[in-house]
C-alpha cells in the first residue's frame, strides 16, 4: 500500500523558512517522479513543482510564484522527499501535499499545514 | 494559455447526470486527469488521460475530450459524490489546475 506522510509544518512568520518532509513507502521510491501541491485555506490546488527520478537526471522544475525561493530535492537511500521553503510570504499560507503520480495512478499524502504570519 | 476554466459550481439532483467542464488551450495536446476532494481529505483521482477509470473508482464517473475542452460526467449521481472537482494537466514543464468546481447533489 502505497503511504506518503508529511511532517514540518508550522507557523512561521514573514521571511523565515521552513523544511518540510514526506516519508514514502509502499512503491519503489527511487523509480518515482514526486511532486508537491498546496492548498490555501478554502482556495483551489496549486502545483509546487516536482522532482524527476535520478534515472531520469533528478531535474526540478517549480511553479512561478516560488521558483527562486522553494527546492525540492529527494533522498532516495531513505525514501524521502523533501521541500525547502525560504523567504516565506503571507501567501504561501496553505496545506502542502507530497504526491506520487504517473500515468494511471496519482497517490497523496494527507498534507502539512504551514502558516505563515507574524 | 496555461490556464483551466471550470465552472464554479454545479448542481444535480441524485440520480441525474452531472457534467463538469474544463477549458484550456493545453488540452488540445496534453492529457488530462480529475480529481476528487472532499473537505478535510487530500484529492482522489478519478479520471485520468482523458476518460480512463483507476480501479475502485465507479463506473458512473467517466470522462471524455473534445478539442480544448474535457468533461467529466456522473451519471446516476448520488450523495456521497458531493464534493470538489478539479482539472488537471500539464503545460510544458510545469503542470496547471483548474480552479475546481463545487458539486452540489440536493
Known amino acids: 500500500e502505497v503511504q506518503l506522510v508529511e511532517s514540518g509544518g508550522g507557523l512561521v512568520k514573514p521571511g523565515g523558512s521552513l523544511r518540510l518532509s514526506c516519508a514514502a513507502s509502499?512503491?519503489?521510491?527511487?523509480?518515482?517522479?514526486m511532486s508537491w501541491v498546496r492548498q490555501a485555506p478554502g482556495k483551489g490546488l496549486e502545483w509546487v513543482g516536482r522532482?524527476?527520478?535520478?534515472?531520469?537526471?533528478?531535474?526540478?522544475d517549480y511553479a512561478a510564484p516560488v521558483k527562486g525561493r522553494f527546492t525540492i530535492s529527494r533522498d532516495d537511500s531513505k525514501n524521502t522527499l523533501s521541500l525547502q521553503m525560504n523567504s516565506l510570504k503571507t501567501e504561501d499560507t496553505a496545506v502542502y501535499y507530497c504526491?506520487?503520480?504517473?500515468?494511471?495512478?496519482?497517490?497523496w499524502g494527507q498534507g502539512t499545514m504551514v502558516t505563515v504570519s507574524s | 494559455s496555461c490556464e483551466l476554466t471550470q465552472p464554479s459550481s454545479v448542481s444535480v439532483s441524485p440520480g441525474q447526470t452531472a457534467r463538469i467542464t474544463c477549458s484550456g488551450d493545453?488540452?488540445?495536446?496534453?492529457?488530462a486527469r480529475w480529481f476528487q476532494q472532499k473537505p478535510g481529505q487530500a484529492p482522489v483521482l478519478v479520471i485520468c488521460?482523458?476518460?480512463e477509470r483507476p480501479s475502485g473508482i465507479p463506473e458512473r464517473f467517466s470522462g471524455s475530450s473534445s478539442g480544448t475542452t474535457v468533461t467529466l460526467t456522473i451519471s446516476g449521481a448520488q450523495f456521497e459524490d458531493e464534493a470538489d472537482y478539479y482539472c488537471?494537466?500539464?503545460?510544458?514543464?510545469?503542470?496547471?489546475f483548474g480552479g475546481g468546481t463545487k458539486l452540489t447533489v440536493l
Open positions: 493545453v488540452l488540445a495536446k496534453k492529457y
Open positions: 488537471y494537466s500539464a503545460a510544458d514543464n510545469n503542470r496547471v
Open positions: 488521460k482523458d476518460s
Open positions: 504526491r506520487n503520480s504517473g500515468e494511471t495512478f496519482d497517490f
Open positions: 522532482v524527476k527520478s535520478k534515472s531520469d537526471g533528478e531535474t526540478t
Open positions: 509502499g512503491f519503489t521510491f527511487s523509480h518515482a517522479w
